[in-house]
């Protein structure tokens, strides 16, 4: 037992946290852990198990640690992260959701990954959104993030369904006010390029699909966020279609946080993420 | 890299907090990481750098974490914490000071156990303090938990000296209120059998002695509770006494925490601590 293997944490780690409930099931600790490893540096990425009601205090507790060195938020507490911040990047004042927090000199700042780490995995794939026709099933939390992105990036549609419609066309006016091509429209995929999963619906093997798969266009995308392949994933790439599952979309979060986090210099590139997630068995 | 040597943390890991200003001398974290790893528990001792202004905010928050199931409590938060724990031991209301806290169904119950380290060290080397008459220099935050320790163990003269006389004149009446035999002294060693540091005077290499060396009775037992060994204790080892640095106080402190932490199953048995201390480099 070598000092090396033993030595996990000492006095001088420093953390980045994880606040969401539940948590046993996020993967960022052993990603991040792993990656700070990688790099021998002497941070860890802790969970921290916070119930809703518990947020506000959780937020000025946190505040007081000064060996915390950024905060990444997930569900429920995306939403509400937006009050417990100093500031807000522009995407974050966007979709109204936090999903990480840049610690610097007691400065608290907010910001939304998940829907540039959703463009960057199709991209670092050769699949450029600008110009195409995209269908996005889901208005929640990850689904704004993404709308607001691909909106972005620049597609020529941006189809928004959601089973709650007003939420659906509250997203679609949000995201046309930007500039973007967006609108209300039915989950029927059938004539779209690029055809999106953001609902949980498919978690759970015994899901129903949450658009009819065979109305997709064969020579269409598939992304889902769902980490695990689900059954619309599944039907998708049986009819041919190019199919994307939230693993990668994850792993194209790390380098937008890692410059924030002051760790620039190192490579939190999704290619090196992807390998150590794969060798801690993600 | 396997996933034994790779994966760290989970969002499974329970945490065992260490809360100090500084925080990057602390040996918790390794040593208490060290210890679950060797138990196979997916828990980590992790640090958290809190400044005294900052405390109660610091210790609302961590009320909210699920997945905290302890919190050590180190210099100089140890008697403000007295404050924010629902309930104190009988130890801790008498020395009134918390260096431990224990988290069971929401419920934080304060205790003090370096004094009864400081004790179990002792003992576990063969020296019973019971019948002894002893001198502790220091009445501070880990003086008064030796005296009281001392005092229960049933010492039959316990001498007490500070540079702050009042302190210590007020640390003996507390600890005679007790029942045990102390009393305000010089710090002349000569005529004692055990005789205690318990200031930080010896940290340094600079630092004067803090008490007359050449007046420590030859057959005396002489105790620091600086972890490194010191002059005073070098000084003692030079004329025939036996000697004690902290760090087996510290080692005997993890077995009184473990049962409150739900781990009394395991073996958190100073031998094995001491082992494991030595193997991480302690």
Known sequence: MSSEATKLVDGSTRILGIVGHPIAQVRAPEVWSAMFRLHRLN?????????????????????????LCGLIVTIPHKPAAVGYVDALTDRARLVQSVNFVAVSDGKWTGDIVDGLGFVGNLRAHGVE??????????????????????????VADLAIYDTDEVRARNLAARVGATGAAARFASPDPAGFELVVNATPVGMRPEDPLPIEAARIDRGAVVADVIVKPTRLVEAAAAR??????????????LEPMAGPLGLGAFDFSAPTVSRVARQIGS
């Open 43 to 67: 941070y860890l990425c802790i969970p921290f198990h916070v119930l809703p009601g518990d947020l506000p205090a959780f937020f000025a507790g946190a505040r007081t640690m000064r060996n």
């Open 129 to 154: 959104p600008r110009g195409r026709r995209a269908l996005l099933v889901g208005a929640g939390g990850v689904g704004t993030a993404i709308a607001f992105a691909l909106g972005e990036a620049g």
């Open 240 to 253: 041919g279609c190019r199919t994307f599952i939230g693993t990668g979309m994850m792993e194209h979060q």
